[in-house]
């Protein structure tokens, strides 16, 4: 009855056995060099020119790195992308601390902010004064996803958008936006401390001239020096040479099996068998009611109160099945299921199958 791998994060997520057997292979010709060098340089480029490949990068826009992972980039892009006054979509833990940062910042002023009840998601519409837009493809506190797209109306503000649970599982039209972010320890299975980000030339241009224009910024979130870095394959401080490898592998993998269609299509079937499921169960339901905006990565499962999802989540860590808990902040009665392109669709069948036995034997 057990699915063949009992790992269902949604962040840090599974990541597949042959990646860390592939890393172990490198242990002495790649861990452990430097990344000044060319054998971790060629690497760094690898996962540049991957990145690229399985986004659909258009003409000219660039794959950008730095360390720190996607709560990092927020410092940074509140230094190096928004110039006064961004606005955002806040619709659950994740896109709003981006909120949190523009607006501590001292040197923005006050953001513009549609907030959203958990489980839906605010409009996105054009805003007097703002020079960019935020928000998440993929909000994985609750299960929401959101199409990435400009609002109507303004061409002129760049759009910012966070994918660390979206890049390489759901599909997007790249330029749709100008920057698609994420660290890689979600949706492309990999492990974190790292940012990636596919930017447009509008964005390479914000960055420069924010630069030039004499805003102090932090060596460390400077995006100009990380653009600087990126370009000869490098990040600005020492990476985590580890991530940086299992990123790679991850990226080959879905690239070698068919890019993002591919990958979207594994979430997608994923994503049926588990909403399936929970539709046809008198004791479950999907959490966001919406399908439009029901999420095909991160899966959000409501149940009745004649059973605690804390229980069930409690009785599957026990049998190795790991990481279903629901987002503590949500205060649900609710699990919360990874449904990443690593992850077998097969093991989502099984893992319904695992829940539903528990459920029998906790309600009678
Ligand atoms: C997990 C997550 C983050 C934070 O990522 P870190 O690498 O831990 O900083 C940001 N945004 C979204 C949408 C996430 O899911």
């Not at 056995?17 to 861990?31: E, I, K």
């Not at 790195?65 to 410092?75: C, E, P, Q, V």
């Not at 987002?327 to 097969?346: D, H, T, W």
Request: hydrophobic fraction near 40%.
């Amino acid at each position: 009855m057990l699915p063949s791998d009992g790992r269902f994060g949604s962040g840090p997520s599974k990541f597949r056995p042959a990646a860390a057997q592939a890393l172990a292979d490198r242990a002495v010709d790649y861990l452990g060099t430097s990344h000044r060098k060319a054998g971790v340089r060629r690497v760094v480029a690898q996962l540049k020119t991957g990145i690229a490949d399985l986004l659909g990068a258009p003409d000219g826009y660039e794959v950008v790195m730095g360390n720190g992972g996607a709560t990092a980039f927020w410092d940074a892009a509140s230094f190096g992308l928004i110039e006064r006054r961004s606005h955002h979509l806040s619709l659950g833990e994740f896109s709003s601390k981006f909120v949190a940062v523009t607006a501590s910042a001292p040197h923005l002023d006050e953001p513009s902010v549609r907030v959203g009840d958990f489980g839906t998601c605010p409009p996105l519409e054009a805003t007097d004064g703002v020079d960019a837009y935020c928000y998440p493809h993929n909000e994985t506190s609750t299960g929401v996803m959101l199409e990435v797209r400009r609002p109507a109306g303004d061409d002129e503000a760049l759009v910012l958008v966070d994918a660390t649970s979206a890049a390489g599982g759901l599909r997007f039209d790249p330029s749709g936006c100008d920057v698609y972010y994420f660290a890689p320890q979600k949706a492309l299975s990999s492990d974190g401390g790292l940012w990636i980000a596919l930017m447009s030339p509008a964005a390479i241009e914000r960055i420069e001239r924010l630069s030039a224009s004499g805003r102090w910024t932090p060596a460390f979130l400077d995006l100009k020096l990380a653009v600087d870095n990126s370009r000869k394959d490098q990040t600005y401080n020492t990476p985590a040479l580890a991530t940086v490898f299992l990123t790679v592998s991850q990226v080959d993998w879905l690239n070698g099996n068919g890019g993002l269609e591919w990958a979207a299509g594994r979430s997608d079937r994923s994503a049926d068998i588990l909403y399936g499921w929970a539709e046809a169960s008198d004791i479950a339901s999907p959490f966001v009611t919406d399908t439009a905006i029901r999420s095909r990565v991160v899966g959000t499962i409501d149940f009745d109160d004649r059973v605690s999802a804390d229980d069930i989540s409690a009785a599957l860590r026990a049998n190795g099945i790991v990481d279903t808990d629901g987002y503590r902040k949500l205060g649900r009665n609710q699990l919360r299921i990874g449904m990443f392109p690593a992850v077998e669709p097969s093991d989502i069948e099984a893992l319904t199958t695992c829940i539903d036995h528990i459920i029998e034997r906790l309600i009678t």
